[in-house]
T-cell receptor, first 114, second 116 residues
Framework: DQQVKQNSPSLSVQEGRISILNCDYT??????FLWYKKYPAEGPTFLIS?????DKNEDGRFTVFLNKSAKHLSLHIVPSQPGDSAVYFC?????????????FGTGTRLKVLA | DSGVTQTPKHLITATGQRVTLRCSPR?????VYWYQQSLDQGLQFLIQ???????AKGNILERFSAQQFPDLHSELNLSSLELGDSALYFC???????????????FGEGSRLTVL
């Protein structure tokens, strides 16, 4: 049972444009979400997080939006740069449940075209 | 550099063998997570420790075991290895448990296991 889904395996965007990466979840207990970026041969790198008490969190070119009713979150990258080309994972945790584990999606490979 | 150190980086072994993967968390982090990434798959959660105690378990096979030592480093033991165990094994650490402020995970570069 895949509780965190990233339905787009890949995405191509022109440099300077907006990249939108999507993530859906099924477990209504999830209340904390993170986005990670992964380059080949490296470990995932933390990008940005959001708690369920917010619907938006912004950090520089990265903004995460959370729609709790739709169980959907998205990562916006504006403007996109070639160095953003990587695999992006979303992850979710049910912090109030006491389980403390993060469930990751399968990732979306972003390619930013120069 | 995330501050999380994993050894070995690469490991090639045969079916039926046993291996141990080691992880040193970031200085001060109390929580250690282990994830498995098979080819073109997402990160599958295996197990989590916090300050020496197991706190969460995922789809970890009975052939696999882990522990966190008093100095907070962790080891993942994989035994009776099968071809399907070939994967990247990531360790991650966080200051606290999952949640805002202290729960962000910092990953090591992974240990690539190849079972022949």
């Amino acid at each position: 049972d895949q509780q965190v889904k990233q339905n787009s395996p890949s995405l191509s965007v022109q440099e300077g444009r907006i990249s939108i990466l999507n993530c859906d979840y099924t477990n209504s207990m999830f209340d904390y979400f993170l986005w990670y970026k992964k380059y080949p041969a490296e470990g995932p790198t933390f990008l940005i997080s959001i708690s369920s008490i917010k619907d938006k969190n912004e950090d520089g070119r990265f903004t995460v939006f959370l729609n709790k009713s739709a169980k959907h979150l998205s990562l916006h990258i504006v403007p996109s740069q070639p160095g953003d080309s990587a695999v992006y994972f979303c992850a979710a945790s049910a912090t109030r449940s006491g389980t403390y584990k993060y469930i990751f999606g399968t990732g979306t490979r972003l390619k930013v075209l120069a | 550099d995330s501050g999380v150190t994993q050894t070995p980086k690469h490991l090639i072994t045969a079916t039926g063998q046993r291996v141990t993967l080691r992880c040193s968390p970031r200085s001060g982090d109390l929580s250690v997570y282990w994830y498995q990434q098979s080819l073109d798959q997402g990160l599958q959660f295996l197990i989590q420790y916090y300050n020496g105690e197991e706190r969460a378990k995922g789809n970890i096979l009975e052939r696999f075991s882990a522990q966190q030592f008093p100095d907070l480093h962790s080891e993942l033991n994989l035994s009776s290895l099968e071809l399907g165990d070939s994967a990247l094994y990531f360790c991650a650490s966080s200051l606290g448990l999952a949640g805002a402020g202290t729960g962000e995970l910092f990953f090591g570069e992974g240990s690539r296991l190849t079972v022949l």
